[in-house]
T-cell receptor, first 114, second 113 residues
Framework: GESVGLHLPTLSVQEGDNSIINCAYS??????FIWYKQESGKGPQFIID?????DKRQGQRVTVLLNKTVKHLSLQIAATQPGDSAVYFC?????????????FGQGTTLQVKP | DGGITQSPKYLFRKEGQNVTLSCEQN?????MYWYRQDPGQGLRLIYY???????QKGDIAEGYSVSREKKESFPLTVTSAQKNPTAFYLC????????????FGDGTRLSIL
């Protein structure tokens, strides 16, 4: 069945270090992937997205890598700051028609130590 | 500012009571979605709507109902048939053309009295 999962529930990093958050997906038909950041008591906030015809996309301090061979997605955050502390979710659009439906992973909590 | 507004932020339900959660967007998005989030969990889709006067069940629609009478509004009713309604409810919207991200409101936390 379809599933999106994250490898680690919690990631703890030192301020200033780079963070890498991983995500595995199981549906090879998925053609669009999104990373969201969710702070406590708030809704998920869009960070960056990538389409299946790309393997890398960069934003401000963030990079998303897509490896379709092993169905793996990662989010890299450069020079992690205390404000980056949050839960990060990956989501996939399985490409089953243009419904816009997304499947979300369980989330990884990023803790930034000062 | 354009965005998605959910209200109220906190809501309490008595046993046997139906409650309605509001979601309004001024982004001119075609599609709207309702998710449920339980502590330490990801988001699960309750209902979604791609156009006015049409909506589809998501993965956990039982005990919930929706309407889409206006493009801007997609209210969710949690009925008394939903036996475990305590959760964080999130509304989202998106453009339907091509692959586009969903944009979220700040949620409504529903608790049982």
């Amino acid at each position: 069945g379809e599933s999106v999962g994250l490898h680690l529930p919690t990631l703890s990093v030192q301020e200033g270090d780079n963070s890498i958050i991983n995500c595995a997906y199981s549906n090879s038909a998925s053609d669009y992937f999104i990373w969201y950041k969710q702070e406590s008591g708030k809704g998920p906030q869009f960070i960056i997205d990538i389409r299946s015809n790309m393997d890398k996309r960069q934003g401000q301090r963030v990079t998303v890598l897509l490896n379709k061979t092993v169905k793996h997605l990662s989010l890299q955050i450069a020079a992690t700051q205390p404000g980056d502390s949050a839960v990060y979710f990956c989501a996939e659009n399985t490409g089953s028609g243009n419904t816009g439906k997304l499947i979300f992973g369980q989330g990884t909590t990023l803790q930034v130590k000062p | 500012d354009g965005g998605i507004t959910q209200s109220p932020k906190y809501l309490f339900r008595k046993e046997g009571q139906n409650v309605t959660l509001s979601c309004e967007q001024n982004l001119n998005h075609d599609a709207m979605y309702w998710y449920r989030q339980d502590p330490g969990q990801g988001l699960r889709l309750i209902y979604y709507s791609q156009i006015v006067n049409d909506f589809q069940k998501g993965d956990i629609a039982e005990g919930y109902s929706v309407s889409r009478e206006k493009k801007e509004s997609f209210p969710l009713t949690v009925t008394s048939a939903q036996k475990n309604p305590t959760a964080f409810y999130l509304c989202a919207s998106s453009i339907m053309r091509g692959n586009q991200p969903q944009h979220f409101g700040d949620g409504t936390r529903l608790s049982i009295l």
